[in-house]
Every structure is written in structure tokens, then in C-alpha cells.
């Protein structure tokens, strides 16, 4: 890597890079600090990514290519004259300033984005060159935490390529943080040693009254670090490539809870989370159907839709290979994300699954209800399902029946717990009871909804 001299301007950007159009942009970044460096306060780091880098090649050559993270380095330079900006590869930079306020990343973003709205002029031809921002913001820091700061950066970006928006995260310091290295060599242990356990969150069907499946999510207790967040875990594992083995056990061992749940009289599906990397993934592929085709298991994936946009062709292909031996596909978190009619309309999917972000504030917002209720039309006119997740509140349980939501899950039915207490809690039935009073007198809200 080489920091970038302001002074080494690339020709074929001057006329465009010098007097960028972010002029009120740049001063509501002078009004958050005096100036950019500074001892104490935030510390921020931006990865700034040729999207559009393959296109532009193919059309300019290897070698002018190869200079367009020159030209982006000097726009970028312009814009936020106070910050280091170093080349890190041919197609991305690193962004590196600090201010007293955290608003001063949020502004710096918006000043790139305007910036890089404008064409390049690349040898006498106007060219746009697409660039995706991934951010970190952390409190003062030491020398040993600077890493951090990068891998939440990298993490941002990965984030903001398959959003397709601008990412910015913030760090978590000090004696927690996470080693992601040693992590990730745990990780591996960790499958091989029954580290990984599971915990399963039912499902209520609404107009049946009863649970009909439940989702199934892994939980690691680190002999050391006592339990590790799957936040945590499931990207390093994603990374690592550990995603795997990490999911293969994640489906034998919900095919044996499965069976323990059968002898105990509850015939209940499971559904799995699936990582997009997967859906690409043919050997895994085989694997899975090969495990459920020999067990005859009852099983469910939830995928994102994000994770199909990754790669549409492999996914939707390999989707159907399991839809075709009777796993239930079901859309996950849908809402949060870019979500697509183009490729909902492809999907084998027979569930989906309103996110928590428009569930949690059904009762107390205008929007939310609006979002949710054209989203069941939606589903239901696909023919699929819906299922509402992070429902905590009797209102909006009774808000989403009136609307006609399918199924629901979340606190107000049972937070996550272990298989023991799984085959207690369904003995018990006390479920049934919840999901009853959604007969009683709805609120003011849902009244007017059914009349609607």
C-alpha cells in the first residue's frame, strides 16, 4: 500500500476531481469540527470500492484500469482534503480521518456520494465510476484495537455490496472485542467437539391455533469465552469457510431433535437458516439432499433475498433442487433488505417472513401497518404464507390476525429455548392460551383495519 500525494492529481480527473460539486456538503463538515485530525474524539475508517470495475475494463484495457483507483484517490482527496487516503489495491482506498463528533462520518459519506456522482473524464470519454463506501466509526483507540477498526470496516463493505448502498458500522472496543483469528480456529474445534448447540423458537399458526413448526438457530458455549454471540461467529464463518461444516451439523442435528420430537408425539417441521454462499455451493448441495432424502426429515431453509441477488442463476436452480425433495423454502427478513418482485416471483418459496424491523412497531406507527398489511396481500397472492417475526404484544398479534398474517413467532409465544424445554413447553400447551385471546376485543387500531 502507498499513501496517495495530493500533488500526484491524475490528469484525466482535473477538470472534474478539482472543484467537486459538495460545496455545502464540505462546510457541514467544517461546522461538525474545526478540522479533521484531532487527538481524542472519533476515529473513523472508509473503504471505498470500484463497483463498476470489471465493466470498465473490459472497455478501457487492463493497464488504463488499472490507474482508474489513481483518478478515484484524487476526487476523494479533493473532497476531504485533511483525511489519508492510500491506495490499498486497484480497485479500493482507504479513507482515514478522525473529529470530535460521530456526525462527521455520516457527513464525509454523503460528501463522497455527491462527488461521485459526476462523470470521470478517462482520456477525452465521460465515464461514471460506481463506488461503494464501507465505514467503521470508533471512539479513541489504541494501537492494538486499530484492527478492529478495519475488520468493521471490511465488514461494512461486504454489507454495502449487497445492499448496494453505503454502510457505516460502529466499533465495540476494549477487553471484549472479539479475536477474530483465534475465533475463527475455535470455530473449527468447536464443530468437531459438541461446543455448538441448538435452540428452537416456534411458530404459531394463527387460524389453527397451534405450532406448526419451529426455527431452529446454533448457539456456540466457548470453553473459555462462555457463549459467543451469532453475530459473531456467523460471519467468521462465512469467511472461513467453516459455513460448511457449520450448517451440516446444524441440519443433523435438528434431523435428530426431529426424531426425538416425533417419539414425544409433536410432528413439527424445522427450519434451518441458509447463508447465500451456500445456495451456489453444489457439493453442498448434494450433501444436504442426500441427509434429508435418507431421513425423510421435515425441514425448512430461510434464505434472504440478498442472498439469491449474490448469484440468481446457482441459487434459484439449486432452491428448486429443494423444493423438488420437500424442503420448505421460506424468505427471510423480508422488507429489511433491497427486496425484489423480480426474483420473489422465481422463488419456490411456499413462507415469508415479515422482518421484526416493521413488526416491533406495528401499533405505534402509521407506516408499518400499511407495509405489512400490502405485504401479506402480496405473499397470499403468491401463494405463499406469511409468517411475522419479533411479536412481543398481545395488540399485535390481534392487529396482524385482522390482516390476515398466517403465523407468528417472537417473544409474546416463547423466546428461543433448548429441545427439553421445547418438548415441555408444547406438553404444556400454555401457547394455545396466548394465541386464543386473539379472539378477544381488538383495540381501536384493528377495527378499523377490518373494516378496511
Not at 37 to 57: D, K, P, Y
Not at 135 to 159: K, M, N, S
Not at 234 to 257: F, G, K, M, N
Not at 327 to 352: F, H, N, T
Request: net charge negative.
Amino acid at each position: 500500500m502507498r499513501e496517495f500525494s495530493h500533488s500526484h492529481s491524475s490528469r484525466s480527473v482535473s477538470q472534474v476531481a478539482a472543484k467537486p460539486a459538495v460545496s455545502a456538503v464540505q462546510a457541514d463538515l467544517v461546522r461538525v469540527g474545526p478540522h479533521l485530525r484531532c487527538a481524542i474524539g472519533w476515529q473513523f475508517l472508509i473503504l471505498a470500492e470500484i463497483e463498476n470495475f470489471s465493466v470498465l475494463r473490459r472497455h478501457l484495457g487492463r493497464c488504463r484500469a488499472d490507474m482508474l483507483i489513481i483518478d478515484v484517490a484524487a476526487r476523494v482527496s479533493a473532497v476531504l482534503p485533511d483525511a489519508r487516503v492510500i491506495v490499498a489495491g486497484r480497485d479500493v482506498v482507504e479513507i482515514a480521518f478522525e473529529s470530535e463528533a460521530r456526525l462527521a462520518l455520516d457527513v464525509a459519506i454523503t460528501a463522497l456520494e455527491a462527488a461521485f456522482d459526476l462523470p470521470f473524464d478517462i482520456d477525452g470519454e465521460w465515464h461514471g465510476i460506481h463506488v461503494q463506501f464501507g465505514a467503521a466509526a470508533a471512539g479513541a483507540i489504541g494501537e492494538r484495537d486499530e484492527v478492529h477498526l478495519i475488520e468493521e470496516a471490511e465488514r461494512a463493505l461486504i454489507d454495502a455490496r449487497s445492499e448496494r448502498v453505503a454502510v457505516a458500522r460502529d466499533v465495540v472496543l476494549g477487553a471484549a472485542s472479539v479475536d477474530r483469528a483465534q475465533l475463527a480456529r475455535d470455530l473449527t474445534i468447536a464443530i468437531e467437539t459438541e461446543e455448538l448447540f441448538l435452540q428452537y423458537q416456534p411458530k404459531v399458526h394463527l387460524r389453527r391455533q397451534e405450532i406448526t413448526s419451529v426455527e431452529a438457530l446454533v448457539r456456540w458455549k466457548h470453553g473459555t469465552r462462555g457463549l459467543v454471540l451469532p453475530s459473531d461467529f456467523i460471519p467468521i464463518a462465512e469467511e472461513s469457510r467453516d459455513i460448511v461444516a457449520l450448517t451440516l451439523w446444524t441440519i443433523e442435528r435438528s434431523i435428530r431433535d426431529q426424531k426425538t420430537l416425533l417419539e414425544h408425539g409433536h410432528d413439527l417441521r424445522i427450519f434451518i437458516n441458509i447463508a447465500g454462499v451456500l445456495l451456489a455451493d453444489t457439493r453442498f448441495v448434494r450433501k444436504v439432499c442426500a441427509l434429508v432424502q435418507t431421513s425423510g426429515a421435515r425441514l425448512g431453509f430461510e434464505i434472504t433475498e440478498t442472498s439469491v441477488i449474490r448469484d440468481p442463476e446457482s441459487a434459484i436452480a439449486n432452491l428448486n433442487v429443494f423444493a423438488d425433495i420437500g424442503i420448505v423454502i421460506a424468505i427471510d427478513d423480508y422488507g429489511a433488505g433491497l427486496s425484489s418482485l423480480a426474483y420473489l416471483k422465481q422463488l419456490p418459496a411456499r413462507e415469508l417472513k415479515i422482518d421484526k424491523l416493521f413488526v416491533t412497531q406495528l401499533t405505534s406507527s402509521n407506516r408499518d401497518p400499511l407495509i405489512v398489511r400490502s405485504t401479506i396481500d402480496l405473499a397470499h397472492a403468491l401463494e405463499m404464507e406469511v409468517v411475522a417475526e419479533g411479536v412481543e404484544t398481545q395488540a399485535a398479534m390481534a392487529l396482524l390476525s385482522v390482516m390476515g398474517c398466517d403465523m407468528i413467532q417472537g417473544f409474546l409465544i416463547s423466546r428461543p429455548i433448548n429441545l427439553d424445554a421445547l418438548i415441555h413447553f408444547l406438553a404444556d400447551e400454555k401457547h394455545l392460551a396466548i394465541a386464543a385471546d386473539v379472539r378477544a376485543p381488538f383495540n381501536r387500531l384493528a377495527t378499523v383495519w377490518k373494516r378496511g
